[in-house]
């Protein structure tokens, strides 16, 4: 069965850092590009990072940009975000998602609760 | 970047009811739209690919139209796990990948 596990969240004061990971099972992740999307409370989806398969190409959103920074680890299945100087409007669950080809999302975890406050 | 508006926010509609969710696009898609459905507290999960192809195990109660910058999510005979909120996304132009802000089905 395919799975993909987020941790590494939680509270954390703004100018903070913390660093998500994400446990991928059940597929070949070696061969999939992956992302993460935010959801504030209560508001929509917002997509922040892409990482190719190879980690050749890698985006970020302009909200994130110079902050959040992606990477993967192919040998034990696992993506990562770190995100530093982190700020009150960075509070929101944060989902790794699988992606096919470059277009939609076919895999999400069940997401991990940044919550930015002093 | 592509902006998405849906609409409405919220449909408030009886079990067995159909409805139609809009998704406008403020540039042509082609048909490079994906649609998802967010239980409360759940992960979205993807429905609808390519704007008309329904995911794996997907029910054929949904169905996907349209092309260009204007497109419509159908749920037939709306069943109680269809209460949820649903959001449209773009992979036509990248990135960003933009979503929707949603539409919520909520029973009447």
């Known amino acids: 069965e395919m799975q993909l596990v987020e941790s590494g969240g939680g509270l954390v004061q703004p100018g903070g850092s913390l660093r998500l990971s994400c446990a991928a099972s059940g597929f070949t992740f070696s061969t999939y590009s992956m992302n993460w999307v935010r959801q504030t409370p209560g508001k929509g989806l917002e997509w922040l990072s892409y990482i190719s398969s190879s980690s050749l190409a890698i985006y970020y959103a302009d909200s994130v940009k110079g902050r959040f920074t992606i990477s993967r680890d192919n040998a034990r299945n696992s993506l990562y975000l770190q995100m530093n100087n982190l700020r009150d409007e960075d509070t929101a669950v944060y989902y790794c998602?699988?992606?096919?080809?470059?277009?939609?999302?076919?895999?999400w975890g069940q997401g991990t609760l940044v919550t930015v406050s002093s | 970047e592509i902006v998405m508006t849906q609409s409405p926010a919220i449909l408030s509609v009886s079990p067995g009811d159909t409805v139609t969710l809009s998704c406008r696009a403020s540039?042509?898609?082609?048909?490079?739209l994906a649609w998802y459905q967010q239980r409360p507290g759940q992960a979205p999960r993807l429905l609808i690919y390519?704007?008309?192809t329904r995911a794996t195990g997907i029910s054929a109660r949904f169905s996907g139209s349209g092309s260009g910058t204007e497109f419509t999510l159908t749920i037939s005979s709306l069943q109680s796990e269809d209460f949820a909120v649903y959001y449209c996304?773009?992979?036509?132009?990248?990135?960003?990948?933009?979503f929707g802000q949603g539409t919520k089905v909520e029973i009447k």
């Open positions: 540039q042509s898609l082609s048909i490079n």
């Open positions: 996304q773009q992979y036509n132009k990248w990135p960003p990948w933009t």
């Open positions: 390519g704007a008309f």
């Open positions: 998602a699988r992606q096919r080809g470059n277009q939609d999302f076919d895999w």
